[in-house]
């Protein structure tokens, strides 16, 4: 068997859509799988709605999905001498032809078509025209076999065919000179190699033609699958009215690239009723077999419920990393203050995304506490002073700066004022946190360090009036 070559071959016409990502991962998951090729491709042929800005932003998301490619990316918009020699090829042979019907022509003939209940197409006007009418704008079309049917087997929906009929002759070159998608997709899929085509459902239609095309180039034509689309809730087509639809927006809303290539790829394959996978897994088990043939139904809570997994599990120290990117971005400075992966662990029990986590991290980086006021006016009051000038008394005498440490002086503190800590803990928390909210106490002074414990400890004692 030949090597597996597949590709993701996105239109940089705005972000890298989820429904893109799982492309790109089902082609990715089954290339490692199979020690093949994953080639990108940006599909920039359509000039007008294609961005640098687009692009980048696609490549910075497969990045950050980790979703690395063996070549490319291509740009098909460096190619386009090669394809209008392809054009020619064909012209040459007789298999396109040059069509001159105005596109006021050709909406005519459509709304009368459709008014005669028959399906619109193009009816060949030009097929056989021999008069080249100088100056005069044209397209070129493909001349596609009117009879007969053109099939496939699709490794996710099983066997396709159309009827040659409903296909009609395919425009592969605009007037402005630029080639069709349908046309540049099979150049290079047949160039490149491909020798399995994965792309969204919304492309069948499209695959016939394709086909006719490998045929009429001499090429062989590769193996396709089609992937489901990805729907919201009210099982209408995924879309920003459902929420996030752009990969690098669940990173910036504090998700991990583990969990969104998790929750991709189990949106429509299955594996028993395993739900978590490594990506080392998904390599080992994914198939296209398993694959489901209709659409899937996203769930955001799903996904927020594998984000909470992997910030649970997740390594400290590259969370911790993320952790810094959060706080940045609110303006929190985090060259100072604990070590983040400390942070982290007194955290990741609770948080489910990222910028949660951020949120509650910030008042270990905060130099000047927000104090909640309602929680100081209760917490911080006068019948709290004498336990926390003891506790501040012992705490400063502390040479063993550990939770077990600082627990062996709370328990001594306890026993000494009678006092459970129930009692203490909520004021040594605002003292601490500014509020009543806050990981364990013991954690918070170990994590905050002992020199930064006793000044906000001093802090919160001046502010009992
Ligand atoms: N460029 C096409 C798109 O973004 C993909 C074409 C394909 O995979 O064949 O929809």
Redesign the pocket.
């Known amino acids: 068997m030949s090597q597996l070559r597949v590709?993701?071959?996105?239109?940089p016409?705005g972000y890298l859509h989820v429904g893109?990502a799982r492309?790109a991962l089902f082609n990715y998951l089954l290339a490692r799988q199979q020690g093949g090729k994953m080639i990108l491709?940006i599909?920039d042929t359509d000039v007008e709605r294609s961005t640098q800005e687009s692009v980048d932003a696609i490549l910075q998301a497969m990045d950050w999905l980790g979703l690395d490619y063996d070549e490319g990316p291509f740009y098909q918009s460096e190619r386009f001498d090669h394809y209008q020699a392809k054009v020619q090829q064909l012209l040459d042979e007789g298999k396109a032809y040059r069509c001159y019907c105005t596109t006021e022509e050709l909406t005519v003939k459509r709304e009368l078509a459709m008014k005669l209940g028959q399906k619109p197409k193009y009816d060949g006007t030009c097929r056989e025209r021999a008069d080249q009418p100088a100056g005069q704008p044209c397209v070129i079309r493909f001349k596609a076999p009117p009879e007969g049917d053109t099939g496939f087997f699709d490794q996710i929906k099983g066997p396709i065919v159309f009827d040659n009929e409903e296909l009609d002759d395919l425009i592969i070159q605009r007037t402005d000179g630029t080639p069709t998608?349908n046309f540049v997709?099979v150049i290079d899929?047949a160039e490149m190699g491909i020798t399995l085509?994965?792309?969204?459902d919304?492309?069948i239609n499209?695959t016939p033609r394709?086909i006719q095309l490998y045929q009429a180039l001499g090429y062989p034509v590769p193996e396709f699958a089609h992937v489901p689309m990805i729907l919201g809730a009210d099982k209408a087509r995924l879309s920003k009215r459902h929420g996030a639809t752009s990969v690098m927006a669940y990173k910036d809303e504090g998700y991990l690239p583990e969990a969104l290539l998790n929750y991709l790829v189990r949106l429509g394959w299955s594996h028993g009723d395993d739900e978590i996978f490594s990506k080392a897994e998904l390599i080992k088990l994914f198939s296209l077999k398993s694959v489901g043939k209709s659409a899937g139904v996203f769930n955001p809570e799903k996904l927020l419920w594998l984000n909470s997994h992997y910030i649970k599990t997740g390594d400290p120290v590259r969370l911790g990393a993320i952790l810094c990117e959060h706080l940045t971005a609110t303006g929190i400075d985090t060259s100072f203050g604990p070590d983040p992966a400390a942070v982290v662990k007194t955290l990741n029990e609770r948080a489910k995304t990222m910028v949660e986590m951020a949120a509650s991290a910030a008042f270990y980086y905060r130099p000047e506490l927000e104090y909640d006021s309602e929680a100081v006016a209760k917490f911080l009051t006068a019948d709290h002073q004498p336990v926390l000038d003891l506790l501040l008394h012992k705490l400063e005498a502390c040479s063993d700066w550990t939770h077990d440490g600082i627990e062996a002086v709370f328990k001594g503190v306890m026993a000494a004022s009678g006092l459970k800590l129930g009692k203490i803990g909520p004021s040594v928390r605002v003292a601490l946190a500014g509020g009543t909210t806050s990981p364990g106490i013991y954690e918070v002074l170990e994590v905050l360090g002992k020199e930064e414990s006793l000044r906000r400890l001093r802090i919160g004692i001046n502010k009992i009036v």
């Open positions: 590709r993701f071959a996105p239109s016409t893109g492309t491709r599909e998608y997709v899929d085509v994965i792309r969204g919304d492309h499209n394709q």
